[in-house]
């Protein structure tokens, strides 16, 4: 038996779905104007937002090094899409707040995913598409 005669499993669909909608997503945003995101910035392309996140928080539900995402939060904070403001209710931790430009590019990416959704019903009708979008909702409310 080799690799091409096992189907996927559920996890390998989702993930090779997952990834086509971030490749897609990642290539309009860019041509939405967002032309400075890098690979790298895609995982905190991500719903929900990180406006209100502790830089640790964010690090944990990445599942990236503290360092690591870090790194990313200072890249985005050069570019304009955030800044890093004292946490109220401990002066001594941070939280990342959207600056306009990271709602712009919130909000340009939830409409491009809107817009792929969309396109997905037409390919697979929308019945079939609504039934997918169920089926997710009720395995995430189990988890």
């Not at 989702?14 to 995982?43: C, I, K, N, S, T």
């Not at 830089?55 to 990313?72: G, H, M, V, Y």
């Not at 985005?76 to 707040?97: N, Q, S």
Request: net charge positive.
């Amino acid at each position: 038996m080799n690799s091409t005669d096992i189907e996927p499993q559920i996890g390998a669909l989702l993930r090779m779905a997952w990834e086509a909608l971030q490749a897609e997503l990642y290539v309009e945003l860019r041509a939405a104007g967002f032309d400075d995101l890098r690979e790298v910035h895609r995982p905190l392309l991500r719903y929900p937002p990180i406006d209100g996140m502790r830089p640790t928080d964010l690090a944990a539900r990445l599942r990236l090094s503290k360092q690591a995402t870090n790194d990313i939060i200072r890249d985005l904070e050069r570019l304009g899409y955030l800044r890093l403001e004292r946490d109220p209710t401990d002066g001594r931790a941070r939280i990342i707040r959207y600056t306009e430009r990271g709602w712009d590019l919130f909000h340009t990416g939830s409409g491009l995913s809107r817009d792929i959704g969309l396109r997905w019903a037409k390919q697979i009708g929308q019945r079939n598409y609504d039934q997918l979008q169920a089926s997710l909702r009720a395995i995430i409310a189990q988890a």
